[in-house]
T-cell receptor
Framework: GDSVTQMEGPVTLSEEAFLTINCTYT??????LFWYVQYPGEGLQLLLK?????DKGSNKGFEATYRKETTSFHLEKGSVQVSDSAVYFC???????????FGTGTRLTIIP | EAEVAQSPRYKITEKSQAVAFWCDPI?????LYWYRQILGQGPELLVQ????????DSQLPKDRFSAERLKGVDSTLKIQPAELGDSAMYLC??????????FGPGTRLTVL
């Protein structure tokens, strides 16, 4: 079945550092790919998504590119802020299926 | 901005007791999902509704869990009897159709 493998955390960075959180997936057909963010005490918020190969999703300075050849959707940000501290989840919906399959999450902490 | 509402936000119960969680999706969203998120893991789908009909409940432990969405609007998830292993965050999400889901703040359940 479908699965998502995510870079294990926790990840601790200094403010203004470059961020990469790795995500790879296994799915049949052409899944849609997502990054969700969960701030402390809150539900999940959609950060960005990409629905086909080579698409780039972007939001709030974060980017991720749908790489079908490497089955990856790595999350990047050029300069992180303390307010980016949260748990980040990579997820997919299978072709013709609305069910979200999540990775285990990566906890990110940004130090001033 | 419309949001998914959930209540209660926190629930502590003893094992063998019954518990119920409520979700009010964004108005007009026909699809409603219940997910369970165990600490340190990504959410896993329990049940998906399309209007008042169950689309997918393959991962719902039906011996103790039940879910309903009688009028195709709000929904209730019940556990009876609760077990220690049910301690988790229970997330509700809704969607107008397509691949984007909007999550509520969740109900954190602790079973003692």
């Amino acid at each position: 079945g479908d699965s998502v493998t995510q870079m294990e955390g926790p990840v601790t960075l200094s403010e203004e550092a470059f961020l990469t959180i790795n995500c790879t997936y296994t799915a049949t057909g052409y899944p849609s790919l997502f990054w969700y963010v969960q701030y402390p005490g809150e539900g999940l918020q959609l950060l960005l998504k990409a629905t086909k190969a080579d698409d780039k999703g972007s939001n709030k300075g974060f980017e991720a590119t749908y790489r079908k050849e490497t089955t990856s959707f790595h999350l990047e940000k050029g300069s992180v802020q303390v307010s980016d501290s949260a748990v980040y989840f990579c997820a997919l919906t299978g072709f013709g299926n609305e069910k979200l399959t999540f990775g285990t999450g990566t906890r990110l902490t940004i130090i001033p | 901005e419309a949001e998914v509402a959930q209540s209660p936000r926190y629930k502590i119960t003893e094992k063998s007791q019954a518990v119920a969680f409520w979700c009010d999706p964004i108005s007009g969203h026909a699809t409603l999902y219940w997910y369970r998120q165990i600490l340190g893991q990504g959410p896993e789908l329990l049940v998906q509704f399309q209007d008042e009909s169950v689309v997918d409940d393959s991962q719902l432990p039906k011996d103790r869990f039940s879910a309903e969405r009688l009028k195709g609007v709000d929904s209730t998830l019940k556990i009876q009897p609760a077990e220690l292993g049910d301690s988790a965050m229970y997330l509700c999400a809704s969607s107008p159709g397509g691949d984007t889901q909007y999550f509520g703040p969740g109900t954190r359940l602790t079973v003692l």
